[in-house]
């Protein structure tokens, strides 16, 4: 717990101390104006702390005021700090090239306008990407599969990812993902892990959880409701977490399977986050995977975007989340990093398709730029004859 405080709080801080000197640079500040934007960042720099604390004393309503203005800071500082970043790129690229090869440097290139001008840019964008984040759209892929029984045309599968019903996503927020899902007319609806978030107790299951639980359940599913494990709900107390997911409505499926009337297979896993702490073991789908007929189309459910080597092949469709996209540019840069499988569908090496949702809510700051969320329409459809 404390590497983590140290951690954070240097990696945070340092952003704000980064801003900071931009900032003083841009505009000349004075001791008075300077002191002041010091302790505003400091506060800002700890208030995600403050936030857990409040939320860990039972001071729900606490948390979620300080919440707002705190973390839409955080991806504000985010942004601004990307722009700087370009910005003293772009200064380093025009120094070097005064330096050994002799060009001036532009008179538009100079530390105050070049710091503006990325104020300015994270302004825009931090205001877009509020807006951004509320704006769900309705993804559409279509799987060709000559394995669903004759008498079976085809199968809609509607995915939600990465809802985070917590302090900042809430009953509007909820509602307009639920339209968009109760639009699409799911045969079978299902969550990829991370569809809540925060620290859940007891009583917040049976209190103001429970109008989001309800609102989830009444969305109609003809096949039923299917979901599995993120890491949040290892972070919010797994057994509370479970709880609200089945009271939305959701079979929960820990490492197994579940064969469905229309003639398709579900499996889902547990996220790797239950194994902190325990020894590496082979994953989760190699054990659940390997006993099911081929002759069955197979739909995976799994929270992180990865395709083991021993389930490639196994299963027909594996729908994840878990990267958002990285939600705020440029960050999807840094998550193909570590997950290398871009969001929308891929087909892996050994043929199994994977589809990997940006998300339907927001982790963090409740913000998107340039990775809107999403709810998945899959329709898993009879191949024609002769293709």
Not at 91 to 98: G, H
Not at 124 to 142: M, N, Q
Request: glycine content about 8%; hydrophobic content about 45%; proline content about 6%.
């Amino acid at each position: 717990m404390y590497i983590f405080l140290i951690t954070f709080l240097s990696l945070y801080g340092g952003l704000h101390v980064y801003a900071f000197t931009r900032l003083r640079l841009a505009f000349s500040m004075g001791a008075p104006a300077g002191a002041f934007l010091a302790l505003w960042m400091l506060l800002m720099t700890v208030v995600p702390l403050l936030v857990r604390m409040a939320e860990g004393a039972g001071m729900e309503r606490t948390a979620r005021y300080i919440a707002w203005p705190g973390y839409i800071w955080m991806g504000a500082v985010f942004i601004f700090c990307a722009a700087l970043v370009a910005g003293d790129s772009l200064r380093l690229a025009a120094w070097l090239s005064q330096r050994f090869f002799g060009s001036a440097i532009p008179g538009l290139l100079t530390a105050p306008l070049i710091y503006r001008t990325a104020l300015a840019l994270a302004l825009i964008a931090s205001v877009y990407a509020v807006y951004e984040a509320g704006r769900i759209r309705t993804d559409r892929v279509t799987i060709l599969t000559d394995k669903l029984p004759p008498a079976v045309r085809s199968i809609r599968v509607v995915q939600i990812s990465d809802v985070h019903v917590g302090l900042l996503v809430r009953e509007a927020r909820l509602e307009s993902i639920l339209k968009a899902v109760r639009a699409a007319q799911p045969d079978v609806l299902v969550s990829t892990g991370d569809l809540v978030d925060g620290r859940l107790s007891r009583e917040d299951v049976t209190s103001h959880l429970n109008r989001m639980a309800a609102m989830t359940a009444a969305v109609p599913a003809k096949a039923g409701k299917y979901a599995v494990t993120g890491n949040h709900e290892f972070y919010a107390g797994l057994d509370q977490a479970l709880e609200f997911t089945r009271a939305a409505g959701f079979t929960v499926l820990r490492n197994r399977s579940v064969e469905l009337p229309g003639g398709i297979t579900i499996s889902g896993v547990d996220d790797a986050a239950v194994r902190r702490g325990k020894p590496e073991g082979p994953p989760f789908e190699s054990e659940v995977l390997k006993s099911l007929s081929p002759r069955q189309f197979h739909l995976l459910l799994k929270h992180r975007p990865i395709v083991a080597d021993t389930a490639d092949g196994r299963f027909d469709l594996q729908l994840s989340g878990h990267v958002h996209k990285g939600q705020l540019f440029p960050f999807n840069l840094l998550v193909r990093l570590k997950f290398p499988i871009p969001c929308g569908t891929t087909t892996a090496k050994n043929g199994s398709t994977i589809h990997v949702s940006r998300g339907s809510g927001t982790w963090g700051p409740p913000m998107r730029l340039f990775a809107p969320p999403e709810v998945t329409v899959i329709d898993i459809v009879s191949r024609p004859p002769g293709t």
